[in-house]
T-cell receptor
Framework: AQSVTQLGSHVSVSEGALVLLRCNYSSSVPPYLFWYVQYPNQGLQLLLK??????LVKGINGFEAEFKKSETSFHLTKPSAHMSDAAEYFCAVSDGNFGNEKLTFGTGTRLTIIP | EAGVAQSPRYKIIEKRQSVAFWCNPI?????LYWYQQILGQGPKLLIQFQNNGVVDDSQLPKDRFSAERLKGVDSTLKIQPAKLEDSAVYLC???????????FGSGTRLTVV
């Protein structure tokens, strides 16, 4: 069974500061890993994904994440926070079976940006 | 490309009533998913369709929830009768048969009072 742990249900950073959202996973097979963002009253939007290959993945809006197998982590970072980054962020894992990508989500981290 | 369409956006019902949600996936996407997102939690898969066949419904409370995907396109999720704990956002998503990455709809927010 797969699982995802997101450390910190709420994270606050100042505008212009580094954003770091933590995600650890558990998977019995090589995982596919995802970060999604959810703005109020909207669906989930894919930020970035790791499948195979390069372990540092770049996504939209200046976000990136690094897959570290030895630490079973996939932390999300952004060098400089912007007010528009305020949202809820979800880390998710799948078993990578093409056409059957059941996602297991973490409980989410709400990011607040302080002006 | 048009996104995943869901309706209604909001629904308020009394407990023991029935409700139905509709989803139209992205054209050509064979796989369709329904997720339930309770406030403060991550989405949880309820059911997955491949074309019009069910792939996984292990987390669907079958005594009250049902879903169908006629002709392998649109899908309907029904709750009958609703309970207070069914209050949540119901998200529909679709993906290509051989591809990675979902596209989610905006969801239907259900409040059971």
């Amino acid at each position: 069974a797969q699982s995802v742990t997101q450390l910190g249900s709420h994270v606050s950073v100042s505008e212009g500061a580094l954003v770091l959202l933590r995600c650890n996973y558990s998977s019995s097979v090589p995982p596919y890993l995802f970060w999604y963002v959810q703005y109020p009253n909207q669906g989930l939007q894919l930020l970035l994904k790791y499948t195979t290959g390069a372990t540092l993945v770049k996504g939209i809006n200046g976000f990136e994440a690094e897959f570290k197998k030895s630490e079973t982590s996939f932390h999300l970072t952004k060098p400089s926070a912007h007010m528009s980054d305020a949202a809820e962020y979800f880390c998710a894992v799948s078993d990578g079976n093409f056409g059957n990508e059941k996602l297991t989500f973490g409980t989410g981290t709400r990011l607040t940006i302080i002006p | 490309e048009a996104g995943v369409a869901q309706s209604p956006r909001y629904k308020i019902i009394e407990k023991r009533q029935s409700v139905a949600f509709w989803c139209n996936p992205i054209s050509g996407h064979a796989t369709l998913y329904w997720y339930q997102q309770i406030l403060g939690q991550g989405p949880k898969l309820l059911i997955q369709f491949q074309n019009n066949g069910v792939v996984d419904d292990s987390q669907l409370p079958k005594d009250r929830f049902s879903a169908e995907r006629l002709k392998g396109v649109d899908s309907t999720l029904k709750i009958q009768p609703a309970k207070l704990e069914d209050s949540a956002v119901y998200l529909c998503a679709s993906s290509p048969t051989r591809g990675i990455g979902y596209t989610f709809g905006s969801g239907t927010r259900l409040t059971v009072v």
